[in-house]
Structures are given as structure tokens and as C-alpha cells.
């Protein structure tokens, strides 16, 4: 027994037990057609149970899309605040655990990344979890310093600036981690789909490259951190 289910009753780690299973059933489900064809009926068919009987573990589709979603979420704030916290605000540190996070599982990532499920709505705790993973990006962004605004955009974002949560970071470091935030992501959604499948060029070097670009840092010599992973993963998705 774990720490975790110390205290709990046999029935309550059965449900537990039950619930983890229709989890991995909706993941597999997912790698093969897709979050937006998930299908209870489907799962309880894998499980041997009843549609009724699976829909006493959940209610519904969007309620399992949600424990998927709220756990990748979780997953991904984890490995960004243990980076953190380790090597402090530092916004290549902060790439580097994204990408792992990505590489490790890229049917999670595209959950939460990748085109949103049609008529799905995730609730106001999971955009809380989301808004960690961003605070800790400002925090490095801010780090970095920087003058004060001057372009239109930096303008802009001095006025319209709740995505991020109360964050005292300046329009500066707000313009430089959406900067972060799109770049390293488009870079990681084109190789994570297999875009980058007979380009025949490293994806990880891509992924440094752009690190280095948009923190000033001289290009980086040698095999970068995760280059090999990413060839694995760039070779598997094609």
C-alpha cells in the first residue's frame, strides 16, 4: 500500500484502481483517433464493464477530459517548478523541462497544446495550474532584465496584461516570455507531429537555436541536451 492510500478504505482503492484504468484506456484511445472521437462506450467495452457501470467512475466525456487535461497540466507544472526550483528563474532551464515534459509523453502534450476538443470547456482550477506553469516563466523573464518598452506591441501589453494573473513582471519580460511561449512551442507542436520527419536536420539544434536567439546566447557548441531524444521522437512520429 502506498502513503497515499493509507487511511482509505478497500472500496476506495478499488474506485481508485477502476478510475486509473479508464484513464490509461483514454489515453490509448487518444494516441490512436484523437481526444475529440473519445468514447466511454469504447472503454467500458475494453474493460469488460457496461456503459452505465463505467459512467459511476465518470459522469461523462468532458468530465474524463478534464482529469486527463487537469493531470497533464499538473504533470507539466511539477517538472517546471522542480526545475525551478533547482537551478532558480532561468528561462533555458525552464525550455529544457518543457521539452522533456513533451518529449516524454507527446499525446499529453498535444492534449493540452494541441487543437482543443470541440465543445469542450476546461474549468477554472485547471487554468489555475496553467497560470503556474506562466508564473514561473515571467519570474525568469523578469530576471533577465531589460530597458523599458518601446515598441507597439510592448505598449499594448502594458494595458492588457491579465493572462497574466497579477504578475508584476514589466511589459518587458511579459513581450519577452510570449516571445518564449509561442516560439518554443511552435518549434515543439511541428516536431512532436512529425513535421520535421525527412528534413533531415536535428530538431533539438532547431529548439537551442531558437533558445539561443531569444536570450541573446551565444549559439550553443557540441550535442545540445535532449538531441538524441528528439531524433527518437522525430523518427517515431514519421
Not at 37 to 62: V, W
Not at 92 to 121: K, M, N, S
Not at 194 to 206: E, K, Q, S, W
Amino acid at each position: 500500500m502506498t502513503p497515499s492510500e493509507a487511511g482509505t478504505t478497500p472500496r476506495e482503492r478499488y474506485r481508485a484502481q477502476v478510475r486509473a484504468e479508464i484513464k490509461d484506456r483514454a489515453w490509448e484511445q487518444i494516441a490512436t483517433a484523437g481526444a475529440s472521437a473519445l468514447s466511454l462506450n469504447a472503454i467500458a467495452k475494453q474493460m469488460g464493464m457496461s456503459g452505465p457501470a463505467l459512467y459511476r467512475y465518470f459522469g461523462g466525456r468532458d468530465e474524463l477530459i478534464t482529469e486527463l487535461v487537469r493531470d497533464a497540466y499538473r504533470s507539466l507544472a511539477d517538472a517546471v517548478r522542480a526545475a525551478a526550483a533547482k537551478d532558480g528563474p532561468d528561462v533555458r532551464v525552464l525550455a529544457h523541462a518543457l521539452r522533456d515534459w513533451a518529449l516524454e509523453d507527446p499525446q499529453r502534450y498535444f492534449l493540452i497544446y494541441g487543437t482543443p476538443v470541440p465543445g469542450y470547456h476546461a474549468p477554472d482550477d485547471i487554468t489555475a495550474i496553467a497560470s503556474e506553469i506562466m508564473a514561473h516563466l515571467l519570474d525568469a523573464c523578469a530576471e533577465v532584465g531589460g530597458d523599458a518598452p518601446e515598441g507597439p506591441f510592448d505598449t499594448h501589453l502594458a494595458e492588457h496584461r491579465d493572462w497574466a494573473d497579477g504578475h508584476p513582471a514589466p511589459p518587458a519580460a511579459l513581450h519577452r516570455a510570449l516571445a518564449f511561449w509561442t516560439r518554443l512551442h511552435g518549434v515543439l507542436s511541428l516536431e512532436l507531429a512529425g513535421h520535421f520527419t525527412g528534413m533531415r536536420f536535428d530538431p533539438a539544434l532547431l529548439f537551442t537555436a531558437e533558445l539561443d536567439d531569444l536570450t541573446g546566447h551565444p549559439p550553443a557548441q557540441g550535442v545540445p541536451r535532449g538531441a538524441a531524444a528528439g531524433r527518437a521522437a522525430t523518427a517515431a512520429s514519421g
